[in-house]
Structure formats: structure tokens, C-alpha cells
């Protein structure tokens, strides 16, 4: 297998996090950020508290550093696992890695974000027929 010879792949190794699922996961967003997001500076760390592969990458040059925590999608994580890694202080993504290699990410938080608005020809056409319906 390829990926077992990797250089990156080996690398993470040496980490010994003890979690080969996790291991593979943060193999695979690896690959999806450098080669087809083309983030750049983008390094693997151990979390010793957690026994698990960060990634630490800039989206594009200037850009802040953004930490990256691969997670099979059967693993589970608890609040303070979660809290270890947001009191990093670098913005957070979480990236859930399906057993097909499908990648999800998410923004991570401390708190709640108001989301952005929905956007479309949907709205527009609810507010005439809101309007419409005023009028009459």
C-alpha cells in the first residue's frame, strides 16, 4: 500500500498516537488540504493529552494558522476532549473521515455563531408573496 510508505504517513507515525483509525484519517485530510485544497505550511503535531494527529495549515499565504483535528466518524469525542483543542487558540476545524474516505469539515467554536442568512431566489419570491398577501 502506498500510504504506508509515505514520508508523512511515516512521520505521523513516529508521533505514536496508538490510534491507527485516527492516524489514517489525519493521513487522508493531509492529502485533501495539500493536494487538492492547496493550503500551504501544513505540519502534523501530537496532542498528548489526547493521543491523537493534529494539523496545523494556512488556508493561503498571510492567512492565519488553523488547527485541524481528523476524526473517524466512529470515534467519539467529549466535551473536554473538544475543550483541549480549542484552548489552542488557532481557529478550529474539525474534519469527520468516513470509512469511503468521505471528508466533512466543520468550523469549531467557544460559543455559538450566528449563522449567514440564507441565500437564493427563495427569498426574494417569499417576500413579494408576503407583500401580495399584506395587500389583499
Known sequence: NWILQH????????????DSAQLHAAFLVFMDLT???????????KSPELQLVLLEAKEKDGA???TV???????FLSHSSMRHVLDRGFPMLLCA?????????????????????PVGPFQDVDRRQHRKRRKQ
Do not use: F, N
Open 35 to 45: 493536494e487538492v485544497r492547496r493550503w500551504t505550511v501544513v505540519s502534523c503535531i
Open 97 to 117: 473521515v468516513a470509512s469511503d474516505s468521505t471528508l466533512v469539515y466543520q468550523r469549531m467554536t467557544d460559543g455559538l455563531v450566528t449563522p449567514e442568512p
Open 64 to 66: 492565519p494558522v488553523q
Open 69 to 75: 483535528l481528523p476524526l473517524p466518524v466512529h470515534r
Open 7 to 18: 514520508p508523512v504517513y511515516q512521520q505521523m507515525k513516529e508521533l505514536e498516537v496508538g
